[in-house]
């Protein structure tokens, strides 16, 4: 067997998936939703925390399509991206008489309306027509109506991604027609991440009482383990005990970098596949760090993003204040930021209090407000990618690392 079937950072893992991302209530609660019909499903949790994962599993007998929200500029790109994912495209046509046939079916009269075009292996169905007169076809204005045409009631579910990357005008446009679908019978999950779950419900309060929540949280230690313990037999390899935590403690709660940390050791003891006889390994804190220090170089390449927020904006012409710390190295409050994002303990999502603490500790001093600087930082990661990086939530106060493999290049790199 090889590594990377045991030990999967992308997909749905197999051997490896050791239990359901949520509680069994949870479970019962989206198997209750799907069944009842109308119900927008909510998976609320952190980034990798097995939202997708969960979806994709409890999917399996029915078709599944995944779209992101991501650097869409209306509401109708998402629908659009909907039908394309399906297989098919919406066309407004005007009325007319047709001979011959459309797309192998004999010809009629046709009104004006929304047709669909399956996809096939060549590209898309074209229509066999002769016609008694002109007919114009154009894109349809009302995608929408497309989707709920072509999925209502069918076994087929809606995945929207990456809601929070919406404009405000977006998110609001969504709103409304999410509501409108779902009561069509589209059945619609939409994934969210904490501190952003109600951004729907404040463009559409009328979603309330239509919407079940299906709530993920960080994994702790012991079941991040169980995906090393269970994994690794497979491929022969006899870790000594506790080595298995010692690499859960760097995986900040989420599976998905635990899958991937795996994957890594697997690689460097030489385990790419089944070893035959199986063997034993120690594990200790060096062969963690040059685990972690490999994994932030092979797969989490933010050295500009990181040189750019830790340079922080512009200064126009006035130095800002340095901070000695206890082994003469002076550094900014960007510079003491990027540290502080490192420190121990692990995580991805930090409150204002938290970080403030973390940077009075690496200055050994107590540090102007930092918030404006975290505000600036997450600006500047975000411009430099086409995807959000860090999510910075000002008025409440926290910051997330979206990316966890930026926290990994920022720990490890």
Same mark, same amino acid.
Request: aromatic letters at 8%.
């Given at each position: ?13 197999? *051997? ?113 027509? =002769? ?20 999925? /209502?009631?069918?076994?087929? #579910? ?6 929070? &990357? /919406? ?112 063997? *034993? ?52 409050? &960007? ?37 404006? =600087? ?23 106060? #926290? ?15």
């Amino acid at each position: 067997m090889r590594a990377t079937e045991v030990f999967k950072p992308q997909g749905t893992p197999i *051997h490896t998936l050791v239990r359901e991302p949520v509680a069994v209530e949870s479970v019962q609660d989206f198997d209750d939703a799907i069944e009842e019909t109308g119900k927008l499903v909510r998976v609320v949790g952190p980034s990798k925390s097995g939202k997708t994962v969960f979806v994709a599993t409890k999917a399996q007998d029915r078709d599944l399509i995944r779209v992101s929200a991501s650097g869409i500029n209306s509401g109708a790109d998402l629908w659009n991206r909907v039908l394309a994912s399906a297989g098919a495209e919406a066309q407004r046509t005007t009325s007319v008489e047709l001979g011959g046939t459309v797309g192998g079916e004999a010809g009629g009269k046709g009104s004006a309306g929304v047709i669909f075009a399956k996809v096939e292996t060549e590209g898309k169905v074209k229509a066999d027509v =002769s016609a008694k007169r002109t007919t114009a076809s154009t894109q349809a204005s009302d995608p929408l109506q497309a989707v709920v045409q072509l999925l /209502a009631r069918q076994e087929v #579910w809606v995945f929207i991604d990456d809601f929070h &990357y /919406a404009t405000p005008d977006v998110q609001t446009q969504l709103a409304e027609q999410i509501k409108f679908a779902a009561e069509e019978g589209v059945q619609l999950i939409i994934a969210l991440i904490p501190g952003r779950s109600e951004d729907i419900l404040r463009r559409n309060t009328d979603l309330q009482g239509r919407i079940v929540d299906i709530p993920f949280t960080y994994w702790n230690i012991d079941d991040l383990s169980e995906i090393a313990e269970h994994g690794f037999p497979f491929l022969g390899v006899r870790l000594e005990p506790g080595s298995a935590q010692l690499l859960a403690k760097e995986a900040a709660g989420t599976p998905q970098l635990m899958q991937a940390l795996c994957l890594e050791l697997a690689r460097e003891l030489g385990a790419r596949e089944t070893l035959d006889p199986p063997q *034993h390994f120690e594990m200790g804190a060096d062969k963690v760090a040059t685990i972690c220090t490999k994994l932030a170089s092979n797969r989490a390449d933010f050295s500009s993003t990181i040189d750019q927020m830790r340079k922080g904006p512009p200064t126009r012409g006035t130095s800002r204040k340095s901070y000695p710390d206890t082994n003469g190295k002076v550094r900014d409050v &960007y510079e003491l930021l990027i540290a502080a994002f490192g420190m121990d303990p692990p995580q991805l999502t930090f409150t204002y209090d938290e970080l403030q603490k973390r940077v009075d500790q690496l200055a050994g001093a107590d540090v102007a407000s930092v918030w404006e =600087s975290v505000r600036h930082m997450s600006d500047i990661a975000n411009n430099m990618s086409a995807e959000k990086k860090l999510d910075f939530a000002g008025d409440l106060r #926290w910051v997330s690392i979206l990316d966890p493999y930026l926290f990994f290049a920022l720990r490890w790199g």
